[in-house]
C-alpha cells in the first residue's frame, strides 16, 4: 500500500514569513495533488503535479514535485492570515488516491 | 449542480442502527468516489464508481459497508449495524474520469456527512 507522510503536522507561523511544508510518498505514483480544507468545509484542489521537476505557483503558494525522490513540497512566502487551514497532499495511483495526514497552518498576525 | 452535494450533513446514529448518506456529484462527473475522515486525519479511500460500475471497492472496512449508483449519478453508501469506531466525517468526490488530460482526474470534494455513532 502507497503510504504518504507529511510533515509538519501542526505549523504555527507568523505573517510575513516563509515556510514549507513536506510530502513524503513510499511508491511510484501517477500524479500528485494539494488541497486546502478549512474547518467544516470540503477539499479544494489546490495544484496537481504530474511531471518530475514541475512546479506550481498560486498566490504566495508554491507547490513542487521531485519523482525521484518521491517528494513534494508546498512553500508559503510571506503568509497572510487567510492562508489558515489544513493543507492535504495526495498521491494516485490508477484510480486510487492516497492522503497524507495533513498540516494544520496557523498564521499569527 | 454547480459542486457535490452531499447529505445529510449531520448524522447521530445509535449502535446497531443502519444509516444512508447520499451524494450527488457534478453533472456529467465519470467518476465517483468515496472516503472516509477521522478526526485529525487524511481520507481514506473506500470505494470507487465509473458511471454505475463499483470498479473498487477494496477500501470498505467491512461487510457493513455497502455502496450503490445504480443509475450512474447519485451515489448512496449504506452502513448497516453502525459501530462507535464508523464515526467519522464521510466524504464524496467526483471527477470527469477518463485517460488522457490531468484536469479530467482532479477530483471534487463534498462538504462530507458528519457520522457520530453512540
Known amino acids: 500500500e502507497l503510504k504518504v507522510e507529511q510533515n509538519p503536522l501542526f505549523l504555527s507561523m507568523q505573517e510575513g514569513k516563509n515556510y514549507t511544508i513536506y510530502c513524503n510518498y513510499s511508491t511510484t505514483s501517477d500524479r500528485l495533488y494539494w488541497y486546502r480544507q478549512d474547518p467544516g468545509k470540503s477539499l479544494e484542489s489546490l495544484f496537481v503535479l504530474l511531471s518530475n521537476g514541475a512546479v506550481k505557483q498560486e498566490g504566495r503558494l508554491m507547490a513542487s514535485l521531485d519523482t525521484k525522490a518521491r517528494l513534494s513540497t508546498l512553500h508559503i512566502t510571506a503568509a497572510v492570515h487567510d492562508l489558515s487551514a489544513t493543507y492535504f497532499c495526495a498521491v494516485s495511483t490508477g484510480n486510487q488516491f492516497y492522503f497524507g495526514t495533513g498540516t494544520s497552518l496557523t498564521v499569527i498576525p | 449542480g454547480a459542486g457535490v452535494s452531499q447529505s445529510p450533513r449531520y448524522k447521530v446514529a445509535k449502535r446497531g442502527q443502519d444509516v444512508a448518506l447520499r451524494c450527488d456529484p457534478i453533472s456529467g462527473h465519470v467518476s465517483l468516489f468515496w472516503y472516509q475522515q477521522a478526526l485529525g486525519q487524511g481520507p481514506e479511500f473506500l470505494t470507487y464508481f465509473q458511471n454505475e460500475a463499483q470498479l473498487d471497492k477494496s477500501g470498505l472496512p467491512s461487510d457493513r459497508f455497502f455502496a450503490e449508483r445504480p443509475e450512474g449519478s447519485v451515489s448512496t453508501l449504506k452502513i448497516q449495524r453502525t459501530q462507535q469506531e464508523d464515526s467519522a466525517v464521510y466524504l464524496c468526490?467526483?471527477?470527469?474520469?477518463?485517460?488522457?488530460?490531468?484536469?479530467?482526474?482532479?477530483?471534487?470534494f463534498g462538504a462530507g456527512t458528519r457520522l457520530s455513532v453512540l
Open positions: 468526490a467526483s471527477s470527469l474520469g477518463g485517460q488522457g488530460r490531468l484536469l479530467r482526474n482532479i477530483q471534487y
